[in-house]
C-alpha cells in the first residue's frame, strides 16, 4: 500500500480494461454517471449511476461499452493490502470469495449512494492526512467495514444455503481445492495431498487452478499461510514461539523465512508497522 490512500475520478485509473485479464489490483467504487458493462470471470453486469461496483485482486475482469459520459468514483487495493484487509476479518469462508465473482455489483439507493461517496472523502481526507506512522492501519481498518458489509450480506444471503452454483467442472474443482485449503493449509502444504483429496493428478489440479483463480494452487496456499500469520501477529498475547506452533512450522527460522519470502520483512519488522490489540 502507497503512503497516500487514494480515492478516484479519473476512469483511465480503473484497473480494468476492455481485453479480460487477471486484475494485479481490484476495486471498488460507484457510477456517477453514464453506464458501462462489466464482467468478472464471465459474469455480465451494466452498471448505470448508482450502482456500487467491486472487483476484488486477482479476478479475471473487463469493462466494455463504455458511455462517452460514464465516470465513477473509486478506490484500488492490490494483493498485498487485501490479504492485510482479510487478517483482520477473521476466518471468513472461500465460499465468499467465488460469491463476490457473482454479486459484484449492489444498485444504492440516493441516501446510500451519498454515504458511499461520504464514506470515500473519509478515506482520502485520512490517506493524505493522517500521521505516516497511523495512516495505513486506519485505512485498512475503514476499508475492513467496507469488505464485513459484503461479508454479511453473503452470510444472510447464502447462510441457508448448502449448494454453490458453478458454471463448469473446473470451477467445482477450484471451489472444492479453496475449501479443502481452509481446512488443511496449517498441516498440508504439498499440492499432491489436495489433488489425491479430490481423486485427479497433481498436474490437473495445478493447471485447474491457475486458470480458473489466475494464480498457482502454491500461491493460494501460501495467501491462506500469510493472512493467519498476519492475525497472530495482531494479537500481542502471541509470541513469535506460539505462532510457530500454531502454523506448523518446524521452528521460528523457518516461520521467519517464509514470512520475509512471501511479505518483503520479518514478523518482528510487520509487528512495528501495525497496532497490536491484547
Sequence with gaps: ????????????????????????????????????????????????????????????????????????????????????????????TPDFFFYMRKNFQYRLNDREARRFLGFCRVLDFRGNNDDPVFRRETILHLLRIYFWDYYVDFQQKTGNRKKTAFNSRKESIAFKFAMLVFEHYKTNREIAFYA????????????????????????????????????????????????????????QSSLSRFFRRHTGMSPSEYRRTIHITR
Excluded: W
Aim: proline share 2%.
Design 1 to 92: 500500500m502507497s503512503d497516500n490512500f487514494q480515492i478516484y475520478t479519473d476512469i483511465s485509473a480503473l484497473p480494468v480494461c476492455g481485453q479480460e485479464a487477471y486484475l494485479e489490483e481490484g476495486f471498488g467504487g460507484i457510477c456517477t454517471r453514464g453506464t458501462a458493462v462489466v464482467e468478472v470471470f464471465s459474469v455480465r453486469r451494466r452498471i448505470s449511476v448508482n450502482d456500487l461496483v467491486t472487483v476484488l485482486p486477482l479476478q479475471r475482469a473487463a469493462i466494455r461499452d463504455i458511455s462517452d459520459d460514464f465516470s465513477m468514483t473509486f478506490f484500488k487495493i492490490n494483493k498485498e493490502m487485501f490479504l492485510d484487509i482479510m487478517s483482520g476479518l477473521g476466518k471468513i
Design 196 to 251: 489425491d483429496k479430490l481423486c485427479i493428478s497433481p498436474l490437473y489440479l495445478t493447471k485447474v487452478i491457475q486458470e480458473v483463480n489466475g494464480q498457482s494452487a502454491h500461491e493460494m496456499i501460501v495467501d491462506y499461510l500469510i493472512v493467519e500469520i498476519k492475525a497472530l501477529l495482531r494479537n500481542a498475547n502471541f509470541d513469535i514461539k506460539e505462532i510457530v506452533r500454531q502454523t506448523r512450522f518446524a521452528n
